[in-house]
């Protein structure tokens, strides 16, 4: 159901407010590149330093400025399952085309509680899901069976994948139905994911190079995986320098260098420090981004 390239959008600050204008012209900016879809309030969108109000009103800047040209995908994961359920109302309301949640983080929850806690949600909202597996930030790893038990739930459709482990994710694709989602989580993996047969991304790098994103993905699609894997090796140190401090802090910084935001971000991150940013600086003067 969500194939393709989707963009973790990041979200702009201005003044310690959310920068309205700049989020609508980032989405401009996504669709006119071709972007399959948008996903709002992510990690990449610092959703754990959002407000409630905030991350409501970002959910409904994004549906608003796409305007039904793409589909959005809204992050509404809590620890709290209630809370979850909460965001996740509010975005089937708002119009979100699904919502993608991540596993609870801090509380830890057996597979069990997994399992219950995702097929609460699916079952008092009736959107379109998206689960969100990513054990370095929640100390929570969803394991393939389990994956493949909330797949059968026909609101479970996907799952952005962060384990960082092919062996894993290769498990996952063969237990769970054709048709159930698994996308990248780390941008790194991304080809060897579509390899094994995975069906996209929920990116960071496509914030700067929807385009080039696009066209790895294409190639993977037509059958040319020389030409994906020379994309894949051009993108590379783009790859490495967005993630050389914890996301979003470089990639924010790298809008703020393309002159698309203010490079403002919320505590407790911090700016990127000055020898990151000039290895930015260089890596995007390299691949002609700046």
């Given at each position: 159901?969500?194939?393709g ?8 600050f201005r ?5 309205e204008a700049a ?6 900016r996504?669709?006119?590149?071709g972007i399959t879809?948008?996903?709002p309030?992510?990690s ?8 409630h109000?905030?991350h ?14 793409v589909?959005?995908i809204a ?19 708002a ?22 806690h995702?097929?609460?949600?699916a079952?008092?909202?009736?959107l ?17 069976e389990?994956?493949?038990?909330l797949?059968?739930h026909?609101?479970i ?30 941008d790194?993996?991304l080809l060897?994911?579509?390899?094994i047969?995975?069906k ?7 914030n ?5 994103m696009?066209?790895?993905y294409g ?6 995986f020389?030409?994906?894997?020379e994309?894949?090796?051009?993108l ?6 967005l993630?050389c ?5 470089p990639v ?10 203010d490079d403002?971000?919320r ?5 990127l420090?000055q ?5 930015l600086?260089?890596?995007?003067k390299?691949?002609?981004?700046l």
């Amino acid at each position: 159901m969500f194939e393709g390239i989707y963009t973790a959008l990041i979200t702009p600050f201005r003044d310690g407010k959310v920068d309205e204008a700049a989020l609508r012209a980032l989405v401009e900016r996504q669709i006119a590149a071709g972007i399959t879809g948008l996903v709002p309030c992510g990690s990449t969108g610092e959703s754990a330093t959002l407000s409630h109000d905030e991350h409501n009103a970002v959910i409904d800047i994004v549906i608003s400025a796409a305007d039904g040209r793409v589909p959005v995908i809204a992050g509404t994961g809590s620890n709290n399952t209630r809370e979850a359920v909460a965001l996740t109302q509010h975005a089937k309301e708002a119009g979100a085309t699904g919502a993608l949640l991540l596993s609870p983080y801090y509380n830890k929850p057996t597979q069990e509680g997994l399992v219950a806690h995702f097929e609460a949600i699916a079952d008092e909202t009736g959107l379109p899901l998206v689960l969100y597996n990513i054990p370095g930030r929640t100390a929570s790893n969803v394991l393939p069976e389990t994956i493949a038990r909330l797949a059968e739930h026909e609101c479970i459709v996907g799952v952005k994948e962060a384990c960082g482990d092919l062996d894993q994710i290769s498990q996952l694709i063969a237990l769970c139905p054709d048709d159930f989602c698994v996308v990248s989580g780390d941008d790194s993996l991304l080809l060897p994911l579509l390899s094994i047969g995975g069906k996209g991304s929920i990116a960071v790098t496509s914030n700067v190079a929807p385009k080039q994103m696009l066209d790895l993905y294409g190639a993977t699609q037509a059958g040319d995986f020389v030409r994906a894997r020379e994309i894949h090796y051009q993108l590379l140190p783009l790859f490495n320098a967005l993630f050389c401090e914890t996301n979003p802090i470089p990639v924010k910084a790298a809008l703020a260098l393309m002159g698309l935001v203010d490079d403002e971000i919320r505590l407790p991150l911090t700016t990127l420090t000055q020898p990151n940013r000039e290895r930015l600086q260089a890596v995007l003067k390299d691949v002609g981004i700046l």
